[in-house]
């Protein structure tokens, strides 16, 4: 099955920096990674996906870049704000596959500090 | 439109004991998924469905079970509840494999 790596564990930014987290996942034919974030005590919500047709794609101060050669693909967000301080979880799966899941990474806490 | 709706919110079982949580979505959506979150373990797999009247193992099954009688409710069963099974637990539901999932609020539970 899938195995989702996703690094760092924690991630501390001061307000106005950027933050990057990156994700690897073991098989070849997935080709859905979407990212969620999930606030303290709260459901976590699909904040952007990217499919395996294209290399990168972005909302406003979020953008999610996929190296499908490497496996790997990446969460960046710009200009950090307090608010974007939440675990963020990413995930993979192989949609044309039949019955399909998503798996996980074990989230990334990301802190922003005024 | 409520999305996806869990009940209940908090429960403390003991050892030995059963419970049943209920999801509900009102979007409906083909494929329902119950899901664990522990502390360091990111988001785990359950039990799936891909429609009405089907279910399917994911990661970890064990100790669990689920039915999926009308579209729009997949229910979590557990049979004899273990400190293991100590976990929030999160339903979600996706209209295709092709989509992200909808969460619904979790279920904290507490087995003493």
């Known amino acids: 099955g899938e195995n989702v790596e996703q690094h760092p564990s924690t991630l501390s930014v001061q307000e106005g920096d950027s933050a990057v987290i990156k994700c690897t996942y073991s098989?070849?034919?997935?080709?859905?990674f979407p990212w969620y974030k999930q606030e303290l005590g709260k459901r976590p919500q699909l904040i952007i996906d990217?499919?395996?047709?294209?290399g990168e794609k972005k909302d406003q101060r979020i953008a999610v870049t996929l190296n499908k050669t490497a496996k790997h693909f990446s969460l960046h967000i710009t200009e950090t704000q307090p608010e974007d301080s939440a675990v963020y979880f990413c995930a993979a799966s192989r949609p044309n596959s039949g019955y399909s899941t998503l798996t996980f990474g074990k989230g990334t806490m990301l802190l922003v500090s005024p | 439109n409520a999305g996806v709706t869990q009940t209940p919110k908090f429960r403390v079982l003991k050892t030995g004991q059963s419970m049943t949580l209920l999801c509900a979505q009102d979007m409906n959506h083909e494929y329902m998924y119950w899901y664990r979150q522990d502390p360091g373990m990111g988001l785990r797999l359950i039990h799936y469905s891909v429609g009405e009247g089907t279910t399917a193992k994911g990661e970890v099954p064990d100790g669990y079970n689920v039915s999926r009688l009308k579209k729009q409710n997949f229910l979590l069963g557990l049979e004899s509840a273990a400190p293991s099974q100590t976990s929030v637990y999160f339903c979600a539901s996706s209209y295709s494999i092709r989509d992200g999932y909808t969460f619904g609020s979790g279920t904290r539970l507490t087995v003493v």
């Open positions: 990217i499919r395996s047709n294209v």
């Open positions: 098989d070849s034919a997935s080709n859905y």
